[in-house]
């Protein structure tokens, strides 16, 4: 269950629409957010190309990440990326293996970052201690993805004006 109440879980959602990612707080600010409905150590969103998964924003705890690093997948692992499921889901997981965030008793939550039917992108929380994430968490970050796409698409779309 998020980690705050449902009324003020819809409180939060209008902020991820005053997200500027050209800012450099943008992804702060996006994270900030997240961290007021969910419990994570570390975040991360990743853009997806037909071969690859490029690793775009984070929020670390514990560890850094470079951001713009690239992990190809494999074709199962590409059928687990634009499929339509989201998932609660452990080390084990393909796509955790996939990007090297495996580490024993961490829980993680991965939800599609979606425009118009195409998957463009996952986030990624994790968190090693606290209650497990649950169906609420999954549904309400879904949730947040939708805000975020629409952020992320608003910009190209600007970007792609001005070229």
Known sequence: MPKISYTDVYNVFPSFFETNLNEKSGAESIFENLGKIFEFDDAFIYFANPESLQLKFSFNEYQT????????????????????????????????????????????????????????????????DGAPYNADDLAALKTCACMISYVIKDIFYRLIKIL
Not at 87 to 97: A, P, S, V
């Open 65 to 128: 990440y470079a951001t713009d690093i690239t992990f190809p997948f494999n074709p199962r692992q590409k059928k687990l990326i634009f499929s339509e499921d989201n998932y609660i889901t452990d080390y084990n997981h393909q796509i955790i293996k996939m990007l090297k965030l495996e580490e024993p008793k961490r829980q993680y939550l991965i939800v599609k970052l979606i425009i118009r039917s195409t998957v463009f992108g996952i986030i990624v929380l994790s968190k090693k």
